[in-house]
């Protein structure tokens, strides 16, 4: 399929042909995992038809984000937006970008009666008409956002690299791309590829674990982490014959806008401590699937992980002792547990 076809069918698939999320051949589009009670609490304020018309894979929404500028990329029927609406609080704010007017239409159109429930003076939550290949004609400007979070969304775009260039342009220097999407264990077929069903389920178009880390370093995130991965099953048979020995995955990625990261860990001896100041993680905070700190216990990380919690939007959260003045060699990843082949992470 060629650039307008890909649009014209995942407009055509979320637009009319899925009523709700109960019109899913897949589980690649349905979150899993039962979400955080915070998050939950915070749904139960949002309108039905929002939840009704989310197609998801993963919870792409960190804590501790009150005040911040959060950017949700193929937004949808809104709900993650919605959701961050609450997180961010008064003082933040939150876009969505989506190319489906009917997705929009029904994002739009409860922003006011939500501004209301959450008891904000004026809307936090913003929805723009546009392309996540092409932000800025959507609206959003360069160096303007600190999170930009998407679910199950740059799988389904024609050219991925464009948007991860597009994301790392309208980062702010210290932001993050925190977000859930479909990955492979291997590169597909052209005949799934090229599958309608496939394609507007999210899998069709899902990256090469491999691949993905290779486009994340072109465009300028040398260290992507690996937060969680959750497999999926196909249910279809006819569409386990498209895919053949083909696993996939739900995995949510953590990639800053750190142009010091360094393409391996190394070592200089610093150690981070967790304040515990997120209400969320009270005892502990997981930066990724193997680096879990405990709250005020002193732990050894390599300098990518030392900038990623002292230098982004994390740093209040986070004591760093020591700095890049004496290099000791390569950081040693061995004591911990390694990501699975299939998340493709980085050794740190």
Same mark, same amino acid.
């Given at each position: 399929m060629n650039t307008e076809e890909v649009y014209s069918s995942v407009k055509e698939y979320y637009g009319e042909v899925l009523k709700s999320s109960s019109d899913l051949k897949t589980s690649a589009c349905c979150t899993l995992k039962a979400p955080h *009670?915070?998050?939950?609490?915070?749904?139960?304020? %949002?309108?039905?038809?929002?939840?009704? =018309?989310?197609?998801?894979?993963?919870?792409?929404?960190?804590?501790? !984000?009150?005040?911040?500028?959060?950017? /949700?990329?193929?937004?949808?029927?809104?709900?993650?937006?919605?959701v961050?609406?609450? +997180? %961010?609080? #008064?003082?933040?704010? %939150?876009?969505?970008?989506?190319m489906t007017p009917a997705q929009l239409s029904v994002a739009e159109?409860? %922003?006011?009666?939500?501004? @209301?429930?959450?008891?904000? /003076? =004026? *809307?936090?939550?913003?929805?723009?008409?546009?392309?996540?290949?092409?932000?800025?004609?959507?609206?959003?400007?360069?160096n303007s956002m600190d999170i930009v979070i998407s679910n199950c969304v740059i799988n389904l775009s024609p050219n991925k690299r464009l948007v991860m260039e597009e994301v790392y342009k309208?980062?702010?220097?210290?932001?993050?791309?925190?977000?859930? /999407?479909?990955?492979?264990?291997?590169?597909? #077929?052209?005949?799934?590829?090229?599958? *309608?069903?496939?394609?507007?389920e999210c899998i069709g178009g899902a990256l090469y674990t491999e691949d993905f880390k290779r486009i994340c370093r072109q465009v300028g995130f040398e260290d992507p982490r690996v937060l969680?991965?959750?497999? $999926?099953?196909? $249910?279809?048979?006819? +569409?386990?014959?498209?895919?053949?020995?083909? @696993?996939?995955y739900s995995i949510t990625y953590r990639c800053f806008k750190l142009p010091q990261l360094e393409s391996i860990c190394e070592d200089y001896g610093q150690v981070?401590?967790?304040?515990?100041? !997120?209400?969320?993680?009270?005892?502990?905070?997981?930066?990724?699937?193997?680096?879990?700190?405990?709250?005020?216990? #002193?732990?050894?990380?390599?300098?990518?992980?030392?900038?990623?919690?002292?230098e982004t939007w994390l740093k209040a959260h986070f004591r760093i002792i020591g700095d890049r003045s004496v290099h000791?060699?390569?950081?040693?990843?061995?004591?911990?547990?390694a990501p699975t082949a299939a998340a493709g992470g980085s050794c740190c």
């Open positions: *009670p915070t998050i939950e609490k915070i749904l139960d304020k %949002v309108p039905d038809e929002i939840k009704d =018309k989310y197609y998801g894979c993963g919870t792409p929404l960190p804590f501790g !984000i009150e005040g911040l500028s959060v950017l /949700d990329l193929g937004s949808g029927s809104g709900r993650d937006c919605y961050a609406a609450g +997180l %961010v609080g #008064p003082k933040g704010s %939150v876009y969505g970008v989506d159109a409860h %922003v006011e009666e939500y501004t @209301k429930t959450l008891g904000y /003076d =004026k *809307p936090n939550l913003h929805f723009r008409n546009g392309y996540i290949e092409f932000l800025e004609k959507a609206g959003i400007q360069p309208c980062l702010r220097e210290g932001g993050e791309l925190y977000f859930s /999407d479909v990955y492979c264990s291997r590169r597909l #077929p052209e005949s799934a590829r090229k599958d *309608p069903v496939l394609f507007g969680s991965v959750t497999p $999926f099953e196909i $249910f279809d048979r006819k +569409l386990k014959d498209l895919v053949g020995e083909a @696993k996939f981070a401590i967790y304040l515990g100041t !997120i209400p969320e993680h009270k005892f502990s905070y997981a930066l990724d699937d193997h680096h879990v700190l405990e709250t005020n216990k #002193p732990m050894l990380v390599c300098g990518n992980t030392a900038s990623m919690l002292g000791y060699g390569a950081f040693d990843c061995g004591s911990g547990p």
